[in-house]
């Protein structure tokens, strides 16, 4: 038995890669949760902005990697399901902004630490966060919206 014929016809299959892949989000919106906060300084003000980047990178990859895989599965287990939903679509396109915001902008913001006003550093944290967690609020609503 393939391991997508598995996920789409077991009874655990598809609820194991999804709890996998919320496990993924959660760390994933974690890392990006602190990192917005502290380029707003909002929190860890004392740690420098580039050095706790690189503490949560490996995290962050790791986080994207069980999301983007797990993610995968799961649409390649029901394609015509996600296709067709609303939500789904939404969320592939919150998901391309939210990387695009990511290593396009917020990298640069990331590398050094912040000489931009509060005003920018909060205006593109708060960016971000909304990117970032409308991805996950979509990917909630596939199961319930049309």
Known sequence: M??????????FGMPIVQSVHLVGITVLLATMLVLNLRLAGLVMIESPLAWLARQLAPWTIAAGTVVILSGLLIFVATPA?????NPFRFKMAAL?????????????FFLVEPSRSRK???????????????VGWAGRAIAFVP
């Open 81 to 85: 399901k996600y296709l067709a939903s």
């Open 96 to 108: 391309g902004l939210a990387m695009l915001c990511q290593f396009g902008v917020l990298r640069r």
């Open 2 to 11: 393939s391991v997508i014929v598995f996920i789409r016809d077991s009874q």
């Open 120 to 134: 920018t550093n909060m205006l593109v944290a708060g960016l971000s966060l909304t990117l970032w967690f409308s």
